[in-house]
């Protein structure tokens, strides 16, 4: 049981630049979710998802998509990368209206 | 107004020590709440979960006053370990959307 796996660990990438972090969990949970944290503001909510086919817009959701086309997986794209978009992601799941698993969490850095 | 508001401290306390903060959250309607604990560069960890009638877990004891809309964490007999962040954590929505408090930062020195 891997729980939440997130990846990658780390990545720069330059301004422009798209990529995709990739949040897969292996509990079966319908509630998948992305935030960011930046140091003084906490962790915020980027997107989340509760089941396969259904997103929705958290707090900070501009400049992010999404998709959930199984249970198992929920990855972030970033279309065009900007500086403001450097940050610390984590992806986490939860079952029901409880304890959340999160990933190990992906250090970005947009130049 | 932010949704959940604590005090980003930093708490700094010697081994030993009795430490407590307190998270105020605006939503009246919030069904769940929990504490959870982040180390540097870490993703956060469940500490506990917080229950009207108030619980306990070893050293650490959480409490929620739903009439003044706020949740505690008493952590006793700190020890060097304890040092992190501490976050609080509401559940609101029909589908108990997590608002993340900023945090407290607690330092426990010898």
């Known amino acids: 049981n891997a729980g939440v796996t997130q990846t990658p660990k780390f990545q720069v990438l330059k301004t422009g630049q798209s990529m995709t972090l990739q949040c897969a969990q292996d509990?079966?949970?319908?509630?998948m979710s992305w935030y960011r944290q930046d140091p003084g503001m906490g962790l915020r909510l980027i997107h989340y998802s509760v089941g396969a086919g259904i997103t929705d817009q958290g707090e900070v959701p501009n400049g992010y998509n999404v998709s959930r086309s199984t249970t198992e997986d929920f990855p972030l794209r970033l279309l065009s990368a900007a500086p403001s978009q450097t940050s610390v992601y984590f992806c986490?799941?939860?079952?029901?209206?409880?304890?959340?698993?999160f990933g190990s969490g992906t250090q970005l850095s947009v130049l | 107004r932010k949704e959940v508001e604590q005090d980003p401290g930093p708490f700094n306390v010697p081994e030993g020590a009795t430490v407590a903060f307190n998270c105020t959250y605006s939503n009246s309607a919030s069904q769940s709440f929990f504490w959870y604990r982040q180390d540097c560069r870490k993703e956060p960890k469940l500490l506990m979960s917080?229950?009207?009638s108030g619980n306990e877990d070893g050293r650490f004891t959480a409490q929620l006053n739903r009439a003044s809309q706020y949740i505690s964490l008493l952590i006793r007999d700190s020890k060097l370990s304890d040092s992190a962040t501490y976050l609080c954590?509401?559940?609101?929505?029909?589908?108990?959307?997590?608002?993340f408090g900023r945090g407290t930062s607690l330092i426990v020195h010898p």
């Open positions: 954590v509401v559940l609101s929505g029909g589908s108990y959307i997590p608002t």
């Open positions: 917080v229950y009207s």
């Open positions: 509990m079966n949970h319908e509630y």
């Open positions: 986490a799941s939860r079952t029901g209206g409880e304890k959340l698993f």
